[in-house]
């Protein structure tokens, strides 16, 4: 009774003596903390899973300031992760890069039902280069707005081309045309009626 009042408990597992905040909670047992240690409680539980065939985090040496990222295994500084107020070190799981690579995937599939692995092979398809300049690497899919048919990869300057002719092959020949030095005029038909050159 004397040592709990120190602050300090025996582990009933190692049998060493602890301060109190090396112990969990627990409000059913009497002091109001686990019978074990954070540390035996933790090697129990990685046996457990181990023996049961699941997935254990590696048991690394993490310093003050850091935190291991479960999807990458790499220790990383806190400003290497997202904010997470439901955690209970504040952090996110993993880190702001694996995030990032899982977003690019999932934006992917949700918005043109693509993987990773079928869009590396479109470019591929493409010899690495964008579909329509044919000079610049191809980071951005191309699709159809009206069917979300997926018709490409291209750069960026060229998929902001395609979007700002609001996707209308006229309006392209007409560009096309235009570049070539053959200017469309108009023919007034009638009061504010033009008809176009076929």
């Known amino acids: 009774m004397a040592s709990e009042e120190e602050g300090v408990?025996?582990?009933?597992?190692?049998g060493e003596r602890k301060p109190h905040a090396a112990f969990a909670?627990?409000?059913?047992?009497?002091d109001g903390l686990q019978r074990h240690c954070r540390d035996c409680a933790s090697d129990y539980h990685r046996t457990r899973q181990e023996t049961l065939g699941k997935k254990v985090r590696p048991k690394v040496e993490v310093?003050?300031?850091?935190?291991?990222?479960?999807?990458?295994?790499?220790v990383k500084p806190w400003s290497e992760w997202?904010?997470?107020?439901?955690?209970?070190d504040g952090l996110s799981t993993r880190c702001k890069e694996c995030r990032a690579v899982e977003g690019r995937a999932g934006h992917l599939k949700r918005n043109y039902g693509l993987t990773e692995v079928e869009r590396d092979?479109?470019?591929a398809a493409q010899y690495g280069l964008c579909a329509i300049c044919l000079d610049a690497p191809p980071v951005h899919v191309d699709h159809c707005h009206k069917t979300g048919r997926v018709r490409g990869v291209l750069c960026f300057n060229c998929n902001s081309a395609i979007g700002k002719l609001r996707d209308k092959p006229d309006a392209a020949r007409r560009a096309a045309a235009y570049l070539e030095g053959n200017l469309w005029k108009p023919t007034l038909v009638a009061p504010g009626v033009y008809q176009l050159p076929s």
């Open 63 to 74: 310093p003050e300031g850091h935190k291991l990222c479960l999807k990458c295994g790499v």
């Open 9 to 14: 408990k025996r582990c009933v597992r190692c």
């Open 121 to 123: 092979a479109l470019i």
């Open 82 to 88: 997202h904010r997470n107020a439901t955690a209970s």
């Open 25 to 30: 909670k627990r409000r059913s047992n009497l």
